[in-house]
């Protein structure tokens, strides 16, 4: 289900580092927790993204929810499909629905983030405590 | 075990509150429109006319609006009389939704706000001309400074929201001349939305402090919160929950002793008014909702009045002008506040508002207290009927309304917003879903004191019902509503390719 | 008390039912400290009809029988009785904000034809469903700008409303935001000369008013030019929504804030009024106040509901867009059903005869020696004139006659002195515009 080249954050955000590139985007448990989405906000190229900060929001009929940076670095690229079709997002989170591509400053930073069976066990524990 | 409700077999009870009923069918206003149908005729001219482009110069001017409607009298009568059909409201039956008090709305209040010299009057005409209207505001001051306890008021701010944000400003300025404004506002999670977006406006960062497992405010945390940046806590009381804060003085104290202030939240007041003053147990400022506590109409959205009544020490920083009643007996408006915080709004505010409200306070005088009485009773009372079938999440006492949770009904896939669909078939409008925010699954049910025991017991079978039908039926409780004009309508289409407005094809 | 559905054996029913003794069991947990043993100190109870006499009372005591030539932003206008018969619907009167989509087909409905409406009015692409006031939507307008560009500072034209100047310095104030005034030249327009490109450089806004508190019209277009030139954007606000009749829409302004008491609100001294804020659909997201958007349920069946909620705070909380809750939507719905009344052709026609009764009541006024107009802009119904005296004066004299004078424009704008603000609305008899000339003359022929 979540996809073993790829790394993540405990905000529900992925991250598959390529060199010094890299693609962003939600994970499958953060379009289901949001519900349909509506619209996506996403800052523009050449902005640039910190470690731990929010640069965009993904927004549903009722709930608005930050983007927060898995690793520092500058935008190269926004996926301009969303603006029209924002629904991508809940039908292929881990896919075609990326948002941003960046340069990132230091691939290492890369490391410190979970793994998939790390995210798959972060994400089970978090599902008990809502059902309580 | 959930109870069969009192007269239905094994289907889902017989509805007795509502039946089926034909309503009209109607389009846009702008989809009857055809050239030539008026709906309205002036008087004629009496001057000479004029040739618009000869007198704005023709850059200036416009056509006739392309697409504008043209309809007559009737057409616009029947227009909205149909319109009018499909909502729910107050005159029809109970709304209980939590901390929104849908209280009768009295018609007298609809009258006297229409009179010649009363409807008719401008803002702007000598305080000589304007002793009645001046009047009317003084003496709303008086019974809203008597019912809370407090000493001075501004009747400017137009909402709640408005009314909060004023608030903060008052208790920013106060704060600056004692030499720092400090920077943080602390807002429990049970809050109102708007308490923590006026917090911004104000300028002040919002804090969030949990509430403890009595869902009130925790005392302990309170302390370590309330540091030397802190300018206030916000509270609702009694809160959200319908509980009253049990210590409520401490808090004060607290805050007090460290410089902060103690800003309370009105909306909640019909559980006080004529039975505890705010002033009495430590608060500083405090808004009132007047669409709520004081029976003015909600019209779908608005108008409203947030009035903010002050302690002394925030007096000098009211909104300019305020209401006064000068030596020689006659009132006018001061403008002379060098210290206020300046305007609000235009004006002195809704002023239509502020007089519906004191028609309402007159009707009552001191009998006030049976009103909220009844409020409470009415919330106990439901409470008492419907705590075997839904969850209660904060076993404590209840002033004027009660939050349930969804929990005994999720286990069926059934949930708060189904059953508020369901309760419209019942004939009811729906109660508070999902808020406030720390009770997940929330159903939060205010009655007010305009219920009848009829209507009381109607409503309480309504909702024994649908917890019968989530245990056995629940596909039509997480389908409903069945018996609308429309179904569930996609919100999701409706905010991914908004359309605002009708467009001429 | 009438209000209270309850018998007293009914109370006891209920409080045995909960098993309570007496009703002051469930008031326990106020501590005792704070539980009143007296009644408040309140006036009343009145009955329905001492509550009536009451409020004739106060109504005798106010303006009535004098015939006011006042505007400054709020106007005397013909309303039909249509309007008040429908809003007096307890359909419409007591229902609640439209959350509840399919309860409230009638409100939204209604709310998506106001949107409609203003934006046909305006010549914007998208119309909210209503702000407090023309005030606080002026101030919510530049609020919007600000976060629209990123930038911290406003120019706002010195001929804007006062007031609302005002309000927008109070919220402006704490938000770091910086607002400077420019002044207004002999047209009685912004002084464009003050508009220079270094002042403008990291505004986020130029904001008029159009027809300004003057009266005048502003150049709208050259405006939005100037402003766009610089990176800025162009906020409008409208006080007298009446001049929409015939004056050319703000279509160039990026947002427009406007006052719609002018559309049958009764004056009500000074409220409730209704502010709409319009805009290009490219800012929606950033526009505070309700919308109702067009949909389809299940079935295929249009219907409405309120969208992009995820501005709002009941959702955002902190980040939201504005912290407005309660709007004005019993009024909004009174103007749009005296708009449908007035319809395409009797707005114009509305407009043309206000713009036909300021004419002759300025031509009137201009033959009184020592009375001339003070600004050579275009006006609509509101027009400057200069007096050879205080206007204070004049104004009392006026009083003697039952006649409310102008706008003593020196309240507000201290280098205006004995000039007045006039204005004269459709409502106005030629009658009374003649006995408003005849009396300003003889008062000044009167040594003071």
Known sequence: MYPEGYRYTKDHEWIKVEGSAATIGITDYAQQELGDVVFVELPKVGAEIKTGQSFGTVESVKAVSEIYAPLSGQITEINSALSDTPEKINQDPHGSAWLVKVLIADPKEANSLMDAAAYQAHIAAQAKGHSS | ?505 | MRYLPKSPSERKEMLEAMGAASIDELFQSVPEKFRLQEPLPLPGPLSEMEIIRYFQERAAENARGYTSFLGAGVYQHVRSVVTDALIQRGEFLTSYTPYQAEISQGTLTAIFEFQTLMSQLTGQEVANASMYDGSTALTEAVLMAERLTGRRRVLVARSVHPEYRQVLRTYAKNLGLEVEEIGYGKSGQLDSTALAKERLADAAAVVVQSPNFFGILEDVPALADTAHEAGALLVTCIAEATSLGIVRPPAEADIVALEGQAFGIPPSYGGPFIGVIATREKFVRQMPGRLAGQTTDGEGRRGFVLTLATREQHIRREKATSNICTNEALYALAATIHLCLLGKEGLRELALQNLAKARFAQAELEKIPGVRRVFSGRTFNEFVLEFPRSVKLINAALLREKIVGPFVLGTHYPELTKRGLVCVTETMPRGEIERLAAAIGRILQTPL
């Open chain 2, 1 to 505: 075990m959930i109870s069969k409700p009192a007269n239905t077999d094994d289907v889902a009870a017989t509805v007795r509150k509502a039946g089926r009923h034909v309503n009209q069918n109607e389009g846009l206003i702008f989809e009857k429109s055809a050239p030539g149908k008026r709906g309205m005729e002036l008087p004629p001219l009496d001057v000479p006319a004029v040739d618009p482009d000869e007198a704005l110069g023709n850059h200036l001017t416009r056509e006739a609006i392309q697409g504008f409607p043209e309809v007559s009298e009737i057409e616009v009568i029947r227009h909205f009389t149909r319109l009018s059909t499909w909502n729910y409201a107050i005159d029809l039956g109970m709304y209980p939704l939590g901390s929104c008090t849908m209280k009768y709305n009295p018609r007298v209040n609809e009258y006297v706000a229409r009179l010649d010299g009363l409807a008719t009057e401008h803002p702007q005409q000598p305080a000589e001309l304007s002793q009645g209207c001046l009047r009317i505001l003084y003496d709303l001051q008086k019974c809203l400074l008597a019912i809370t306890g407090m000493d001075a008021a501004t009747l400017q701010p137009v909402a709640g929201a408005q009314g909060e944000l004023a608030g903060l400003l008052m208790i920013r300025a106060y704060l600056e001349s004692q030499g720092n404004p400090r920077k943080k506002v602390l807002i429990p999670d049970s809050a109102h939305g708007t308490n923590p977006a006026s917090v911004v406006i104000a300028g002040y960062e919002v804090q969030n402090i949990k509430s403890n497992a009595r869902g009130q405010i925790d005392t302990d945390h309170l302390r370590e919160f309330t540091t030397g940046d802190v300018a206030a806590l916000m509270v609702t009381n009694p809160s959200t929950l319908g509980v009253f804060e049990e210590r409520i003085a401490e808090i004060a104290g607290i805050l007090h002793e460290r410089g902060a202030l103690l800003y309370m939240d009105g909306a909640n007041m019909n559980a006080l008014a004529g039975v505890a003053r705010p002033g009495d147990f430590g608060v500083d400022v405090l808004h009132l909702n007047l669409h709520k506590t004081f029976s003015t109409p909600h019209g779908g959205g608005g108008p409203g009045a947030g009035p903010v009544m002050v302690k002394k020490i925030l007096e000098p920083f009211l909104p300019v002008p305020t209401v006064v009643q000068k030596e020689d007996g006659r009132y006018g408006l001061d403008h002379n506040r060098p210290k206020s915080i300046g305007r609000v709004r235009a004006y002195c505010g809704n002023f239509g508002v502020l007089l519906r409200a004191l028609a309402y306070t007159l009707a009552y005088g001191p009998g006030i207290r049976q009103a909220t009485e009844d409020a409470v009773l009415n919330a106990n009372y439901i409470r008492g009927k419907l705590e075997d079938v839904f969850d209660l999440p904060y076993n404590l006492p209840s002033m004027h309304e009660v939050v349930f949770s969804d929990a005994r009904q999720k286990k069926n896939g059934v949930n708060t917003m189904d059953i508020a669909k369901r309760l419209i078939d019942y004939g009811f409008h729906p109660y508070t879903t999902a808020f406030p925010l720390i009770v997940p699954g929330a159903m939060m049910i205010e009655p007010t004191e305009s219920e009848s025991k009829e209507e009381c017991d109607l409503f309480i079978e309504a909702m024994r019902s649908i917890a019968f039908e989530a245990d056995t039926n629940p596909e039509i409780v997480k389908t409903a509503p069945h018996s609308t004009r429309v179904a569930r309508l996609d919100e999701v289409a409706a905010a991914r390719k908004p359309i605002l407005r009708w467009k001429l094809e």
